[in-house]
């Protein structure tokens, strides 16, 4: 059965990042005759610049064709403008939304070659595996009402708004619930439930599953503690599950501490297993084009793809393999470079996963 993979490349390094992937994912696919069909779209800046919107109807319709997708980043100076990119129906959010992606799993995996590369001290953050949950689809990022709006005096005020129902907050909780089972059976669930009703009702809720999950010990944290848990003491953690924001601001600061932004991979899953695969960074502007953008986490995003869409384990395997074998041969592009290691750009870092790719195949 042939399998339809969807990538969009986006903007900044995204296209430098996807190229690098899809030839890894393309080796793997002619090697083991994996049935994948590959196909191309555009979102973000890239869309706007061509047909005048981040997510065009012709993307959006391939993007349900499609078995799996890979994104690479979108947005820049020139398209971060509220109204062109980041609006619930648009770009990224659209797509996220459109296809009802409620479930972000954000790996945060330390690569034993990588402790010096972290932020934290080896013996700190030795032997880190944590997984983000994050809720994708609703929270401050999508409520209504939105906007900014002229006030009698004159004076503008913006507007968001937080809200969570019951139903949102117990399909993602039973998928952090599910993810701690087949992990360590430990589920911390992050809120602000002092201060916010909507993350009082979360906890509610999480307590609530909590009985239908004896084998999994829940806790709970406050934000702000965790934020500053993550860097004394990570290990404490296994599977954290939160809200839209707190996931997308906690898994940057996570990222850091398996050595870059550039090593977190991520999958956005719908409730028919449909997955965005993504690296959790960003377009990086700063770096675009200059063969300088770190490909790992959009492979090892690749690698999630046949993984959690397609079932095909062992090539899901054998790519997060070969990536452990280049950082072993040393390899590192700069974000992950310190001393007595090579440093390499993107291509070079592609091509040598490719190459061990090989010996795992
Ligand atoms: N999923 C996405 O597509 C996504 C995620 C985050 C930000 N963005 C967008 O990206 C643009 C830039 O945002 P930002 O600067 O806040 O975040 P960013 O993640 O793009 O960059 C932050 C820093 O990390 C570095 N960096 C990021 N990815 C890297 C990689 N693979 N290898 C090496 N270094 C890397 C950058 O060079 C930069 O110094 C904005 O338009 C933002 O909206 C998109
Ligand atoms: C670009 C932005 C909309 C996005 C988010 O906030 O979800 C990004 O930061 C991410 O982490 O994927
Ligand atoms: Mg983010």
Redesign the pocket.
Known sequence: MTQRVLFLP?D??GPD?IEQARAVLGHANERLSLGLDFDEALVGGAAIEAAGTALPDDTMSRAREAGGIL?G????PKW?HLEMA?RPEKG?LGLRSGLGLFANLRPAFLYPQLAEASSLRPEVVSGLDILIVRELTGGIYFGQPRGVETLESGEREGINTYRYNESEIRRIGRVAFESARQRNGRLCSIDKANVLEVTALWREVMEDLAREYPDVELSHMYVDNAAMQLVRDPNQFDVIVTGNMFGDILSDEAAMLTG???MLPSAALNESKQGMY??C???????AGQD???PL?TILSGAMMLRYSFGMEGAAGAIEKAVQDVLEQGLR?P?IHFEGTQLVGTRAMGEAVLSALDTHL
């Open positions: 986006g900044g390094i990042i994104l980043a979108v947005g820049g971060d980041n990224l870059s932004i550039g993504e690296p960074h960003g377009s990086a502007p700063d770096i300088k953008a770190n986490a592009t974000d």
